[in-house]
Nanobody, 123 residues
Framework: QVQLVESGGGLVQAGGSLRLSCAAS????????MGWYRQASGKQRELVAT???????NYADFVKGRFTISRDDAKSTVYLQMNRLKPEDTAVYYC?????????????????WGQGTQVTVSS
């Protein structure tokens, strides 16, 4: 099992910045891609950004140029630097990790989610 613990959410004015962190627990599984998703009230969860083990990144169009995803594998942590925040960025932000490993002789691929952290941007 991999546990993901997010931190860094909060209330900020439009135009401000926040930095989210997500720390993964140690596990026999190897964490590969990690990412951030968000879910606004009454809407479906949507991709914000992902980063591979080789640090290739992918961003949703609505955050390009404003958000930056990064990872520190020594700390098993992924970050989301959010700049020039807008009221429409208000949502619960979830950390995601894709992990692979063996359980006995069975090779498995698993997806893990954090508990979410609230980001509220006031106008």
């Amino acid at each position: 099992q991999v546990q993901l613990v997010e931190s860094g959410g909060g209330l900020v004015q439009a135009g401000g910045s926040l930095r989210l962190s997500c720390a993964a627990s140690k596990s026999i599984f190897t964490i590969n891609a990690m990412g951030w998703y968000r879910q606004a009230s009454g809407k479906q969860r949507e991709l914000v950004a992902t980063i591979t083990k080789g640090s290739s990144t992918n961003y949703a169009d609505f955050v390009k140029g404003r958000f930056t995803i990064s990872r520190d594998d020594a700390k098993s942590t992924v970050y989301l630097q959010m700049n020039r925040l807008k009221p429409e960025d208000t949502a619960v932000y979830y950390c995601n990790a894709e992990a692979t490993g063996y359980v006995g002789t069975n090779y498995q691929k698993r997806t893990y989610w954090g508990q979410g952290t609230q980001v509220t941007v006031s106008s």
